[in-house]
């Protein structure tokens, strides 16, 4: 809208559409007719039960999971069995993973370096600044030259989105990002996410964070037996939840 | 036979040398051929290539099954018949006996290497491809960069004690007339009748070498126990 030029289409509004997404496990359905839209800049928070398909859900959008049936398309690229959309969605698409996921033989500062040489053909001098540059965004720089093995759980978490974000992705997808870390280390992730969120950045969260999803989120999305149940803005949804399968989980994971 | 009279070891020593260096050198070259090619099995099979992994596969059972000595035999008398028929003239294409140690050491170790490779490549965590798949990074970047070098250090202290038993074995080469230093000291033996002190020598030797590499493959073992395949 602002810098439009003549011949290109107008961006849409909608930086993820996910229409009519079925996945299935064999013949467990994981997904089933999910429908979903995330427009640029917005922020939102994935709760279920495990098992409801929260994780297939955004493994999907970054075809880590090939889903089987429906159409997901980001940022106007449409997923499809053609490796170079595969990978175009996927240089615009962070993750962050449960487990971390860091490369346990490269240093901190090599973790964050590999990608942004290897497919976004960064020189090392350039992949170095901006790796130190987001380090220092996450507070870990002074571990940089450190192995992922000799810092904590929070510091590994915090590396794992610094990673992520040297890709200068457009979204960030988050795959229970705390549920692997010691309950006093999950408040320096929250807070990491939490800047983030305030700069503007797409995120699509899974998690069990109340707070968090209270605090960020513009949407909460409660997903149950491979179906959106139920979504709404994060006040509402957690006062007063409509359906009986979101208040009995509330119950459950609200003391 | 008269008292033990170590002094000939003194004088014997240039050519135990060059027996050693030339054991030294079949060790370093094979292993080196070993593991690429060995790698390269290992990913072939990874990867479940239709047919090349099958062939592979039979190679590596085939080679893990008979003993190396066979394999030079036949490397030896077979494959300079072999070549000759298909150069078309027929006639025997000698390779040499040096040439065809290497290359017999190298293609018999490949078998054995990539076995390790392979079961390294199946214990590293998928946490780590899907990693690799976030960032977009290619297969071949995936595998050079991230997931062949976790294997080669979690599998470095096997890697290593094969390749001890590969310098202990690289005295079969006496059945080509190549002299290593397990040779070069049967030699000297027969020459001057010092049996035992050749012999003893030699044992000295390879104890001090391989007892040297175990050590290696000890602290390996310990330097790569906490950064393993895992996490």
């Not at chain 2, 135990?16 to 060995?38: H, N, P, R, Y």
């Not at chain 2, 094969?162 to 049967?186: E, H, K, N, P, R």
């Amino acid at each position: 809208m602002l810098q439009e030029s003549a011949g290109r289409p107008a961006p849409p509004s909608s930086i993820v559409v996910v229409e009519h997404l079925v996945k299935r496990f064999g013949r467990f359905a994981a997904l089933n007719d999910v429908n979903l839209e995330v427009a640029r800049g917005e922020k939102i928070v994935i709760c279920g039960p495990s098992g409801s398909g929260k994780s297939t859900l955004i493994r999907c959008i970054n075809h880590i999971e090939k889903h089987d049936g429906g159409r997901i398309v980001i940022d106007g690229i449409e997923l499809t069995d053609r490796m170079a959309d595969i990978n175009s969605v996927r240089c615009e698409v962070g993750m962050v993973f449960q487990s971390f996921n860091l490369f346990p033989h490269l240093s901190v500062v090599e973790n964050c370096m590999l990608a942004p040489i290897k497919v976004r053909g960064l020189s090392r001098l350039d992949a170095h600044d901006r790796a130190i540059g987001l380090l220092r965004k996450v507070r870990i720089h002074d571990q940089a030259n450190k192995y992922p093995a000799q810092l904590s759980g929070g510091q590994q978490q915090r590396v794992a989105i610094a990673r992520a974000l040297c890709m200068q992705p457009k979204i960030m997808l988050f795959d229970e990002p705390t549920s692997a870390l010691d309950p006093e280390m999950v408040k320096e992730v929250l807070e990491t996410m939490v800047e983030l969120a305030q700069e503007g950045m797409t995120m699509v969260c899974v998690t069990h964070e109340m707070g968090f999803a209270r605090e960020v989120a513009d949407r909460v999305i409660f997903m149950d037996g491979g179906s959106i149940v139920e979504e709404g803005d994060p006040d509402t949804f957690f006062r007063a939840p409509r359906t009986e399968r979101a208040k009995s989980f509330l119950s459950q994971i609200i003391h | 036979m008269n008292s033990l009279d170590f002094s000939i070891i003194l004088q014997a020593w240039p050519y135990l040398w060059s027996g050693l260096l030339f054991s030294l050198a079949l060790t370093a070259a094979a292993s080196l051929i070993g593991l690429i090619l060995g790698t390269c099995f290992a990913l072939v099979q990874h990867f479940e290539i239709p047919v090349v992994s099958q062939i592979v596969r039979g190679y590596i059972a085939l080679m893990r099954s008979i003993p190396l000595i066979l394999v030079l035999f036949w490397f030896f008398f077979l494959v300079p018949i072999v070549l000759g028929h298909l150069s078309g003239n027929g006639r025997p294409i000698p390779i040499g006996a040096t040439y065809t140690a290497f290359i017999t050491f190298g293609l018999f170790e490949a078998a054995y290497y990539s076995e390790i490779i392979r079961v390294g490549l199946r214990a590293v965590n998928k946490g780590q491809f899907e990693a690799c798949q976030a960032l977009a990074l290619s297969t071949f970047d995936t595998y050079r960069s991230v997931i062949l070098p976790q294997v080669i250090r979690a599998a470095s202290p096997i890697i290593l004690s094969q390749t001890i038993i590969l310098f202990q074995d690289t005295s079969l080469v006496y059945v080509l007339s190549l002299t290593d230093l397990l040779g070069a000291a049967s030699k000297l033996a027969q020459l001057n009748g010092r049996l035992v002190e050749m012999y003893l020598a030699v044992a000295l030797v390879y104890l001090v070498i391989s007892s040297a590499a175990s050590q290696c493959v000890a602290s390996l073992r310990k330097r790569y126990a906490f950064t393993g395949a895992h996490r």
